[in-house]
């Protein structure tokens, strides 16, 4: 039903410089795998094996990355490394990618809209790879627990985490109607308000399904906070024309968009995953 998952991922990862001069920063590894490898693994275990990957300038390892390596590949053959491969190659036996090009940076809200041609007129879900998500207790990813919740609502989501008041300027940050102690019918969106203008302590973090009108409202949606076209303002104008729903979701979310998160998550990948 929703088969389509949007990455944007032509940002410049500056908090991450010198790592990201010519390195994206979706390639970044927690212990040994791509941030990106991450996000699609989720995707692909919500039932999504078309890959929609808004890429930028310098961007190129991203298609090496999920493509083939003849010569390693060759080197490598029936020896025990080939084992290192496998996830890598499972994910391009049941995936398919597709790439286009942000040619100006202009926003989180700009760079979904780039992604339309890739998408066109059916719902999607959209991961930023640097919110790393890691399944709940019984197993289920962030973007499995979101697709279920959509088959039910039928209207966009956000995944939403309480964060400290301190933290809420980092954020998109919403107001709503409780409609199960989970969920939340969306009233009020800001994005990145100070802590006194924020409507609570509920952030949303990198993980939307969006229904595909959000591309027109996209399209009408003027520069909010930074100058950048804001997903966080269409949606609000979403939520007060039908409805958008946030979700709190179980499992674990690290933001590797930032050194100190990105450390946790190596730690904590390392102990849970290699150890
Ligand atoms: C973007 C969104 C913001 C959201 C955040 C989650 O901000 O604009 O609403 O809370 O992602 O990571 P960015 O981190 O790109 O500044």
């Known amino acids: 039903m929703i088969r389509k998952c949007l990455f944007p991922a032509a940002g410049y990862g500056t908090r991450f410089l010198p ?3 010519s390195m994206p920063k979706e390639m970044l590894p927690v212990v040994n795998k791509p941030l990106i490898q991450y996000g ?18 310098g961007k190129r390892s991203m298609e090496d990355h999920f493509d083939v390596s003849y010569e390693l590949e060759h080197q490598i053959e029936g020896s025990d490394k080939e084992q290192y491969l496998e996830g890598i190659r499972t994910i ?15 926003g ?5 809209l780039t992604g339309e041609p890739l998408i066109g007129d059916e719902a ?11 399944a709940d207790e019984a197993g289920n990813g962030v973007l499995a627990q979101m697709v279920k919740l959509y088959k039910q609502f039928r209207c966009s ?3 939403v985490e309480e964060v400290p008041m301190e933290d809420v300027h980092k954020y998109g940050v919403i107001k709503g109607e409780m409609i199960r102690d ?38 009408e949606t003027t520069p909010g906070v930074g100058g950048e076209i804001q997903i966080t303002d269409a949606l609000l104008k979403q ?20 050194i100190g998160g990105f450390i946790d998550a190596t730690n904590y990948c390392y102990k849970k995953f290699y150890k």
């Open 19 to 21: 790592a990201t001069k």
């Open 40 to 57: 699609v693994e989720e995707a692909m275990e919500a039932g999504l094996t078309n890959m929609a990957i808004v890429t930028g300038r």
């Open 92 to 106: 391009m036996d049941s995936c398919s990618f597709s790439y286009t090009r942000q040619i100006e940076m202009k």
């Open 108 to 112: 989180l809200g700009h760079a979904i």
């Open 124 to 134: 999607f879900a959209v991961i930023l790879a640097d919110d790393l998500c890691l």
């Open 157 to 159: 989501i956000v995944a």
């Open 182 to 219: 989970d969920i939340f019918q969306i009233t009020n969106m800001v994005e990145k308000p100070a802590t006194e203008d924020a409507p609570s302590n509920l952030a949303i973090i990198g993980r939307y399904i969006l229904t595909p009108d959000i591309f027109d409202i996209l399209k």
């Open 239 to 258: 939520a007060k024309e039908g409805c958008v729903l946030a979700y709190k979701f179980k499992g674990k979310r690290f933001d590797c968009g930032s």
